[in-house]
């Protein structure tokens, strides 16, 4: 589904902030730690064999007498990855947590674009995981919200296998939008291949309304069914259990927090019933991620 067009008009202007990512890829509209062929003057400095002659400044040599070259600023492009968890745990909830991931998901691709950035999608579900091709431009928008079009959610996917193997495939310091319900917990072990690479992590965690508060199934015996293994447990729901869940719920969002915030990342955790628009809008941009 393609997101709303007064939405992007309103992302269309918006940039990805950096804490801990990098530009490092083409030429594009951010500043880099790269020196080169540029148009802003960055720095002098002396004059090796095989540099081009042309880059030399001839009121250096006079002052000094010695050979110096100009060096300019280089512009790239931030590369942006957004890995997209479609295992069958993320068709709960209504609407299904994967229709809201999948909003983010060609949101955060949009701002990618818009801004000069490179992006690129990958996603795991029925058939394994799949990227897409590297995307950079406005004008690739809407082939980044087709590609959505094809993909087949479900099945007993290995989102954090998924995360390491699309690792391989990153590069260093890279900006990494990880969208999942993060009930796999191989999710935390996949983190530390990202952060030992350098890259900066955005997770965001999206719930159905029952997993975030279960009162909703009432009170009694019931019988809970993993929607990926098929295991059963029959349990009984009171207010000492439910209480409990809530508690171990924020504990282990929190714990995510820390992580990735101690890291230059950042943690959101949502309702698959959340305002997009909002979060957009007001939640990231209060967070720092978007300017």
Not at 185 to 191: K, R, Y
């Amino acid at each position: 589904m393609r997101p709303s067009p007064a939405l992007l008009e309103q992302l269309s202007t918006a940039r990805l902030l950096m804490t801990r990512a990098a530009p490092s890829a083409g030429i594009g509209e951010r500043r880099s730690l790269s020196k080169g062929a540029g148009i802003e003057f960055a720095e002098h400095r002396p004059y090796r064999q095989g540099d081009d002659v042309r880059h030399l400044d001839p009121r250096v040599l006079a002052r000094l007498g010695e050979s110096y070259v100009r060096q300019y600023f280089v512009d790239r492009q931030l590369p942006v990855y957004i890995l997209l968890d479609g295992s069958k745990s993320m068709l709960a909830g209504s609407p299904q947590k994967y229709a809201t991931a999948t909003q983010i998901a060609q949101l955060m691709g949009f701002v990618g674009l818009a801004a000069g950035d490179r992006v690129r999608i990958g996603f795991s579900g029925a058939s394994g995981f799949k990227w897409s091709q590297p995307m950079q431009g406005p004008a690739r928008a809407e082939q980044l919200f087709a590609w959505f079009n094809d993909l087949a959610p479900g099945g007993r996917a290995d989102f954090g296998g998924a995360i390491e193997r699309a690792a391989r495939d990153m590069g260093k310091a890279a900006y990494v939008v990880v969208l999942s319900d993060w009930w796999d917990e191989t999710i935390a072990h996949a983190l530390d291949r990202l952060e030992g690479n350098g890259h900066e992590v955005i997770g965001v965690q999206v719930a159905a309304p029952e997993e975030i508060a279960p009162n909703a199934l009432g009170t009694g015996s019931v019988m809970m069914i993993d929607d990926e293994t098929g295991d059963e447990l029959e349990t009984t729901l009171d207010e000492t259990v439910l209480a409990d869940y809530r508690n171990a719920l924020a504990a282990f969002q929190a714990q995510l927090r820390q992580r990735l915030v101690s890291r230059g990342g950042r943690f959101f955790a949502l309702s698959s019933t959340a305002d997009i628009t909002r979060f957009f809008l007001r939640d990231l941009r209060a967070a720092g991620v978007l300017l």
